[in-house]
Structure formats: structure tokens, C-alpha cells
């Protein structure tokens, strides 16, 4: 065994990493190989934005080093979501929130989080990570099992809750968030993930956080902001969660140039282009769950309140490969519980998802294969 793999901890060198999109396929390789065909990649593998956000930038005080926690950043932050600013924490996206609340509140080999899958994988990586255990109750028609829930829930030290979830989209019923609130109101921290809620505001649970002081919400800049390059997440949350968590965060978390862009983006103008983009991406994702529900090979179509939509088909490798061959990436689901050959795609640009449509609707497997099944129709 090599010097670093025999000084690393185990469950490091054991450890599979998260399979982000990226990693899956990244930008950097496909340029080595062929340049040009990199450029024209059609990415809607990672439920990010196609057009960009909003940039401007000064770039003055490099020299310096940032503010702990941007105090325009924190303003701007705080306007939007209406908190106050000792009820937020800004991280390096809400990836970085989901670790600080594990290695905030559990202790390694002891303490467990308690998840609900099929969710968002970086939930256990984080877990594992530091050694944390991962209870798992996995949902029941998209819902929580609030059961299966109460009978392990002493057992946890945090529960995660995706809503609207990652990978299928749909919300979690709020009477059974608030359900969860009550049953760990005494000895768990309960994490409302809302990465989507731009695509539905509505169904926010940010204004309970006064009402339960066991509550953490995990907001970000990723998706509706389209500044998922920028690496810019919130995490709110009572006063003294917050407290705790800046214990353990990096000093200097939030890059200045990460906070200039993300403050002006959440000034008036920004915001603006937020709910443009938002309504687009709620019309074509209404028309691309249409066209999958009236396709003989498409077997079933999730719904959606997020910026991407889940479908099941028996011919997923093909549609797959296909599309890959044609430098369209999406994303493979299938290795997820619950949700076998299933292929999530993110909701780009309309000439993306016609591309789309077109190469797949330019081959002919589903009709030398629809024979073999029926497809129904649960939509
Ligand atoms: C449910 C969910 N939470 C958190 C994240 C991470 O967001 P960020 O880019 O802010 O780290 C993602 C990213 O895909 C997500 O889907």
C-alpha cells in the first residue's frame, strides 16, 4: 500500500466520491479531445441555467482579505428572504451549508443524519465523510413516511428534507415538514433543502424558522440565479444555529468577487431577470413534460416544481447514449432507489430542449420496440 493510503483514514481511501455532473463529464477533458465539439455541448446534466446571470464586477481590494461574512452580501440576502442578517450564513454554495450543519452537529462514529431517498446524494457523502451515519427512509409516492420517520428519529441528529427533492422534483407535502418539526422539536435538527424554491416561492418554509428552533433552510445561487459557477449558497436559521455554524466555517468563506457579483445580482434588476427566468423555464418544462407524456417509449413523467424533469423509460440506455453521441448530456438516475431506469433532464434553453426532442425523435427504437410493453400513462 502507497505511503498516503496507508496515512489517510479508511474510510477515505473506501470512500466513492460524489459523481457530480461534472466530474461525470468534465468540460476540461471533453476540450482536450475535441475542442470545438466541447464548445457545442449541450448540458443539461447538472439542473443549472443555460443563459448566464448577471456579472459585474470591480475587482477592486483583491489585495485584501474578504469580510468574513460580505456585509452587502448579508443585506442584499437578507432583503430578498426577509431575515435578519443574524439568521444567515452565506457558505460556498449550500453544499457547504449541508457539511457545517453535519461536523456542527455530529459527533464522528456517534452521531447519526436521517435521510429520505431517493434525494440529493451529497447529504450521505458529507455524512460519510466525516464519519457520521446515514439513516434511511426512503419515501412513499414521493411522500414522507412519517412512520418510518418517528420510529428511527431518536436515533438522529439531523434529518435532511429536499423540497422541491432532487432528483424527481416534487415538493414534500408541508403538513408533513411541519409534522417532522414536531416530532424532532427536542432532540434533531430538521434541514429543509430548497436549492428550486425560486421555481415555486410559494411553498417556502423560511417564515416558520420563527416558530421552530430546530429548523435550518438551505437556499443558493445555483439554479434560478444562474450562478452556479460562482459558488454562493445561504444557510438560515436561528441566531444561535448561526452562531455555531460560523465556528465552524472557513475564516474567509466568500471570495470578494464572489460577494460583488452575488450582491448586485440580488439588487432590483437582478432579481428581475430571476422571475424572467424563471417563468421561461416553468413554460418549457411545461412543454417538455407535454412531448414526454406522448411518447410511446416514455413510461412515466415526475412531477416537477424545480428546473428539471424525471422521466422513466424502458429504453433509457438508449435515449442515453443517444443523446450523448450527439453531445447532449443528462443525467442517469437509475442507479437511485425507487427509481429504475429512470433519466432526469434540466431545463435549458428552448433550442436545447428542441435539439433534444429532435435527435431523439429522429431515431426509430420506439418503433421496433413498441411491442415490448405498454406504456402507462400516471401522469
Ligand atoms: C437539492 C440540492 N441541494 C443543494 C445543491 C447544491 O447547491 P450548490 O451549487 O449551492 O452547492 C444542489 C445542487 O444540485 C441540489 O440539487
Known amino acids: ?34 475542442n470545438q465539439q466541447a464548445k457545442q455541448k449541450i448540458w443539461l446534466n447538472a439542473n443549472e441555467a443555460s443563459g448566464p ?44 451549508g ?20 431517493p434525494t440529493y446524494g451529497m447529504y450521505a457523502i458529507s455524512a460519510e465523510n466525516h464519519g457520521a451515519g446515514v439513516i434511511e427512509i426512503p419515501l412513499i409516492a414521493n411522500k414522507l413516511d412519517i412512520t418510518g420517520i418517528k420510529s428511527q428519529v431518536d436515533k438522529a441528529k439531523v434529518v435532511f428534507l429536499c423540497s422541491p427533492g432532487n432528483p424527481v ?16 422539536k427536542d432532540n434533531a435538527i430538521v434541514v429543509v433543502d430548497e436549492a428550486y424554491i425560486e421555481f415555486c416561492p410559494q411553498q417556502s418554509v423560511v417564515l416558520w424558522l420563527a416558530q421552530y428552533p430546530n429548523l435550518v433552510v438551505l437556499r443558493t445561487l445555483s439554479k434560478a440565479f444562474a450562478l452556479a459557477g ?29 460577494a460583488e457579483i452575488a450582491s448586485n445580482t440580488l439588487q432590483k434588476d437582478g432579481l428581475a431577470q430571476m422571475s424572467i ?12 413534460s407535454q412531448w414526454l407524456n406522448q411518447q410511446p417509449w416514455c413510461e412515466q413523467v415526475f412531477t416537477s416544481d424545480a428546473n428539471f424533469i424525471l ?43 428542441e435539439l433534444l426532442k ?15 410493453f405498454t406504456p402507462t400513462k400516471r401522469r
Open 169 to 184: 422534483g416534487n415538493l414534500l407535502p408541508q403538513e408533513q415538514i411541519k409534522q417532522v418539526l414536531e416530532l424532532t
Open 98 to 117: 449541508i457539511e457545517l450543519i453535519i461536523r456542527t452537529f455530529c459527533t464522528a462514529y456517534k452521531d447519526n443524519i436521517l435521510i429520505c431517498p
Open 277 to 288: 427566468r424563471v417563468q421561461e423555464t416553468l413554460m418549457l418544462r411545461a412543454e417538455l
Open 1 to 34: 500500500m502507497t505511503l498516503a493510503k496507508r496515512l489517510a483514514r479508511q474510510e477515505v481511501v473506501d470512500m466513492v466520491p460524489y459523481q457530480s455532473a461534472r466530474r461525470l463529464f468534465s468540460s476540461a477533458e471533453s476540450q482536450n479531445t475535441n
Open 311 to 353: 422521466f422513466r423509460t424502458p429504453f433509457k440506455n438508449e435515449i442515453f447514449n443517444l443523446l450523448k453521441a450527439q453531445g447532449i448530456l443528462i443525467r442517469d438516475q437509475s442507479k437511485q432507489q425507487q427509481l429504475g431506469d429512470c433519466l432526469r433532464i434540466s431545463i435549458g434553453s428552448k433550442r436545447e430542449l
Open 358 to 372: 429532435q435527435v431523439i425523435s429522429a431515431n426509430d427504437f420506439p418503433k421496433t420496440s413498441a411491442n415490448k
Open 53 to 96: 446571470g448577471i456579472y459585474q464586477l470591480s475587482g477592486e481590494c483583491l489585495n485584501r482579505y474578504p469580510d468574513f461574512q460580505p456585509t452587502s452580501l448579508l443585506n442584499a440576502y437578507s432583503q430578498y428572504c426577509h431575515l435578519d442578517k443574524e439568521n444567515i450564513l452565506a457558505t460556498r454554495g449550500a453544499d457547504e
Open 230 to 258: 460562482l459558488r454562493c449558497g445561504f444557510t438560515l436559521a436561528s441566531k444561535e444555529i448561526i452562531t455555531l455554524l460560523s465556528k465552524v466555517i472557513a475564516p474567509y468563506p466568500i471570495a470578494a468577487p464572489v
